[in-house]
């Protein structure tokens, strides 16, 4: 599949900031199954600094804007080839230890519930790829997909008490779930060309690690694993750690953030 | 761990005394007995006051690395020195130098292919799920290879020749500024000594440490490196070393808010206009560092400063990540390090450890509870440790719910005979135990300036050297034979 992504993020600052640095992790990598074939981020203004690959294998750029900054528009647009590969992770250049990512965040701490799921799920015979299914069925079953419910600062916890979210909701839940059964489990930001009723064409997914098979992709939101409708832009620990834009602004105005996002197949254009 | 250092102390609690061995004094002492014998009590008592004057109006006030307690109080100073033969140091000289050699092979292998992880010498999970293994330097090779720039080392004496590490600080250890005072004031209040003694100086330190700062600039600088030392803040406890470093090497004393990232490098503000920083000194822990990369509520770090750093832009030292190294549980594993990257015997001994976490270790330090220092595996600062001998029964008892509670937490050495350093006490001259903290430079080449901070237990019989627990300094010196 060809998918033509495009993706606007605007911050209008209010009074305008004395200033704005970002970190940006907007670039996906071509791994098997996915071919960036164009790929260009456009940021009007500000300076940009050298990019690298991190140890996960994601692009990073800075960018930092001097003030008065009154607004700051990221347009992100590209065409990436996609293919099937039923989720699994492969030909992806990284080095960060797997192991590594068995940590928690504030985000993504088990707390009981989640150690009772895991211990279950265990306890029931499940391993390896079986046990790491299970556990994104179990995550989907119990958080409903319901808009507006939660907010970026909602935890796995509270997302699993409360039985609704959204996508970062179920990463973060399928993560905390993951650490309490022992799978290094990490978060995951792309796109999504929708079908179905979720609509997210910005969307997030977790990856856990499974013996034998390496990372894998696991879309609780829409209880599938990704395929060749997913592009993966970049991974961490949690929506924080993963952002496709992090930034600090100095100055005490209000910031608001509109975002536009557009996931087509390429040859219908 | 078998446990093999059972009853280290052997039946009779016996300390070595650094000066005097079966009543005769050793060499290195030779050159102060008189000194300290023929001063009149009423001439030390005024030196002792002029001392703690001569601190108070240069304001060294500061705890040692992470001992908490209040930031205010002066730390006394014992105006008997420690003293150190020039073969006894060279030892002491060449096993720091291993080790901060080591553990920085580990540091850039662990971040790298991590081969000792493969060759099944340590176990990956103390590795990989350390908190202090940072994922964002992962892969990331910082100038020279070298991770920690400056190695503290801690280190306990039991005999003339036996000398144990305690722990490594491969962060941002603390406490040089008085390896540098007390040396200052020891000379300005007793230059005789310096005279009559062939003392190895340590004032080059802050040259030293210059030069292997800019050793490690970045390839993308050329020309002098600009180098700067980022503070937390005058609040901060070591605030005082902060500035007093900054000082005497001549470079720039910044806060968060006086650097800011630009295009491909880090810039400082200064009344000319923004200047480039090639290198940092920072004296903030890794998560404030910069709040694009890790605690986004940080206020004393700079946006996007790892940026800049993982693409070559600028220096930081201690690299970020550098924690892993020095960590209770890794530290177990460093003689493996020597062997494994070096291919040398350990010149200096680890403490014997028992990890609380194994089952087998577990039983041995709930049965020995009273001979034994357990210590938090992520503590310092002498806080929430139990020091077995000096414990009642009650204390023992409570500590041991603790363990038990949550084993992985602790970790358990024998009670060593630490040595013992004739100090200036009340009623005269007594023997009090002291340990020690070389400062050991890695950048280009090696570099250890012939001293370190020796703390001192001032309470009699303690083996508590933290200042937070009534410990002091003495002025260290390397004495040529």
């Known amino acids: 599949m060809k998918l033509h992504v495009s993706h606007s993020t605007r911050y209008a600052f209010d009074p305008p900031m004395r200033g704005v640095a970002q970190s940006l992790r907007l670039w996906p990598s071509t791994f098997e199954g996915q071919k960036v074939q164009r790929w260009d981020v456009s940021i009007e203004g500000g300076t940009r600094g050298a990019g690298f690959r991190d140890g996960a294998g994601d692009w990073i750029e800075t960018i930092t804007f001097l003030g008065p900054v009154g607004e700051i528009v990221v347009n992100v647009e590209g065409i990436v080839e996609t293919e099937n590969r039923s989720g699994l992770l492969k030909g992806h250049r990284e080095k960060v230890p797997p192991m590594a990512y068995l940590r928690h965040t504030d985000y993504t701490r088990p707390d009981a519930e989640f150690k009772i799921m895991a211990e279950r799920a265990i306890a029931d015979g499940k391993t390896g790829l079986d046990l790491a299914h299970h556990l994104s069925s179990l995550i989907s079953d119990a958080i409903k997909y319901t808009p507006g419910e939660t907010d970026p600062s909602t935890t796995a916890a509270e997302a699993l008490a409360s039985g609704n979210g959204v996508c970062q909701d179920h990463a973060h839940a399928l993560i905390a779930a993951a650490l309490a059964a022992n799978i290094p489990a990490r978060y995951v930001t792309g796109y999504l060309h929708a079908q179905g009723d979720i609509a997210e064409a910005s969307h997030a997914w977790a990856e856990l690690y499974v013996s034998d098979f390496g990372w894998v992709g696991f879309d609780a939101s829409n209880r599938a694993c990704p395929d060749e409708h997913y592009v993966r832009v970049g991974s961490g620990f949690d929506s924080i750690d993963a952002a496709p834009i992090r930034g600090v602004a100095q100055g005490s105005g209000t910031e608001a953030l509109s975002i536009n996002v557009s996931v087509v197949e390429a040859a219908q254009q | ?481």
């Open chain 2, 1 to 481: 761990m078998v446990p093999n250092k059972r009853g280290h102390m052997g039946e009779k609690p016996a300390y070595f005394n650094e000066m005097f061995e079966d009543g005769a004094c050793r060499p290195p002492y030779a050159g102060i007995e008189g000194w300290a014998n023929d001063m009149p009590a009423e001439f030390r008592s005024l030196k002792q006051s002029e001392a703690e004057a001569l601190f108070r109006r240069i304001g060294i006030t500061f705890a040692v690395y992470g001992e908490g307690g209040d930031p205010d109080r002066l730390i006394p100073f014992d105006m008997f020195p420690r003293v150190f033969s020039t073969s006894e140091w060279r030892k002491l000289e060449r096993g720091v130098k291993q080790r901060a050699r080591a553990l920085n092979a580990f540091l850039l292998d662990v971040y790298g292919r991590g081969e000792i992880v493969r060759a099944g010498k340590i176990p990956a999970r103390l590795v990989y799920q350390n908190e202090a293994f940072e994922k964002a330097v992962v892969g990331f090779k910082p100038p020279r290879g070298v991770y920690s720039h400056i190695v503290g080392i801690d280190l306990v004496r039991t005999g003339p020749g036996e000398f144990f590490v305690l722990e490594d600080n491969c962060r941002t250890p603390s406490g040089v500024s008085y390896m540098l005072e007390n040396r200052e004031i020891m000379m300005r209040m007793f230059p005789q000594l310096f005279r009559e003694n062939r003392i190895a100086p340590v004032e080059n330190y802050p040259t030293l440490l210059r030069n292997t700062l800019a050793s490690v600039a970045p390839e993308k600088c050329e020309g002098d490196p600009t180098l700067a030392i980022l503070t937390p803040g005058h609040f901060n406890s070591a605030y005082y070393e902060h500035s007093f470093l900054a000082d005497m090497m001549g470079i720039e004393l910044v806060e968060g808010q006086d650097l800011f990232v630009e295009g491909d490098y880090c810039w400082m503000r200064t009344t000319e206009g923004p200047q480039k920083v090639d290198v940092i000194y920072r004296r903030i822990d890794d998560a404030y560092i910069d709040p694009l990369c890790f605690k986004p509520d940080s206020m004393l770090g700079v946006p996007g400063l790892m940026n800049v750093y993982r693409s070559g832009g600028v220096s930081i030292t201690s690299a970020p990540g550098a924690g892993v190294a020095d960590d209770k549980a890794v530290y177990t594993f460093v003689p493996e390090m020597i062997r494994f990257y070096l291919g040398e015997e350990p010149i200096l001994n680890n403490v014997p450890t028992w990890q609380c976490a194994k089952q087998d270790d577990l039983r041995y330090v709930l049965d020995n509870l009273g001979d034994l220092v357990v210590k938090e595996v992520h503590g310092s600062g002498g806080y929430g440790m139990l020091v077995g001998p000096k414990s009642t029964k009650d204390q023992i008892e409570a500590f041991r719910l603790k363990i038990e509670e949550d084993p992985g937490n602790y970790i358990a050495q024998p009670t060593l005979a630490l040595s013992t350093c004739p100090t200036f006490v009340e009623e005269g001259i007594a023997p009090r135990h002291v340990d020690l903290r070389p400062y050991c430079l890695v950048g280009e080449s090696i570099e250890l300036v012939p001293g370190g901070l020796t703390r001192v237990a001032l309470t009699e019989g303690s083996l508590v050297v933290n200042s937070s627990q009534g410990g002091g300094v003495k002025d260290t010196w390397v004495i040529a034979e």
